[in-house]
T-cell receptor, first 111, second 112 residues
Framework: NAGVTQTPKFQVLKTGQSMTLQCAQD?????MYWYRQDPGMGLRLIYY???????DKGEVPNGYNVSRLNKREFSLRLESAAPSQTSVYFC??????????FGPGTRLLVL | RKEVEQDPGPFNVPEGATVAFNCTYS??????FFWYRQDCRKEPKLLMS???SGNEDGRFTAQLNRASQYISLLIRDSKLSDSATYLC?????????????FGPGTSLSVIP
């Protein structure tokens, strides 16, 4: 089992560029999440998907869109990147115990 | 008051020491509690769930105090490999989804 995988690991964008962060899990979990982590802020939920075909906003959704392509995959898109979106992005899923396995993260720098 | 608060530390302790972290939460209806550890530049990983009666996993003991609304993590016989940031996670009942709040984390450095 690979668990939760994410691509890319690192990305540098210029302001206004777009990109998609990919996430996949092989644990047959229904729920998947996108978080961002900033120094001193803790992990904040951007979007979540409770099941295939559904997505909803979390705490900080502005500037992002998501797609739950199938049960395995949940992508995060930045349509027009801004310096405030410089962060580390983590994808996670949710197991039956409530614990969330995380992907290895994507470090994004927006210049 | 923030929903989940932790002492950011850093806690610098010698190998073999016992160290304890506390985490306070504001919503008295919270039901699920977890401790995660996060190594530098890595993803958070589930360390242990916290049960009402308290639970132990090797050198790690988690406790829940509902009356005072805090959870604790005790690490005995600290190892160098325990150096990490420890995140307290609490669910937020009443949300339309399975919402959890991550604390900002407590940094631990175990020194030789």
């Amino acid at each position: 089992n690979a668990g939760v995988t994410q691509t890319p690991k690192f990305q540098v964008l210029k302001t206004g560029q777009s990109m998609t962060l990919q996430c996949a899990q092989d644990m047959n979990h229904n729920s998947m999440y996108w978080y961002r982590q900033d120094p001193g802020m803790g992990l904040r939920l951007i979007y979540y998907s409770a099941s295939e075909g559904t997505t909803d906003k979390g705490e900080v959704p502005n500037g992002y869109n998501v797609s739950r392509l199938n049960k395995r995959e949940f992508s995060l898109r930045l349509e027009s990147a801004a310096p405030s979106q410089t962060s580390v992005y983590f994808c996670a899923s949710r197991g039956t115990s409530g614990g969330r396995p995380f992907g290895p993260g994507t470090r994004l720098l927006v210049l | 008051r923030k929903e989940v608060e932790q002492d950011p530390g850093p806690f610098n302790v010698p190998e073999g020491a016992t160290v304890a972290f506390n985490c306070t939460y504001s919503n008295s209806a919270s039901q699920s509690f977890f401790w995660y550890r996060q190594d530098c530049r890595k993803e958070p990983k589930l360390l242990m769930s916290v049960y009402s009666s308290g639970n132990e996993d090797g050198r790690f003991t988690a406790q829940l105090n509902r009356a005072s609304q805090y959870i604790s993590l005790l690490i005995r016989d600290s190892k160098l490999s325990d150096s990490a940031t420890y995140l307290c996670v609490v669910n937020l009942p009443g949300a339309s989804y399975d919402k959890v709040i991550f604390g900002p984390g407590t940094s631990l450095s175990v020194i030789p």
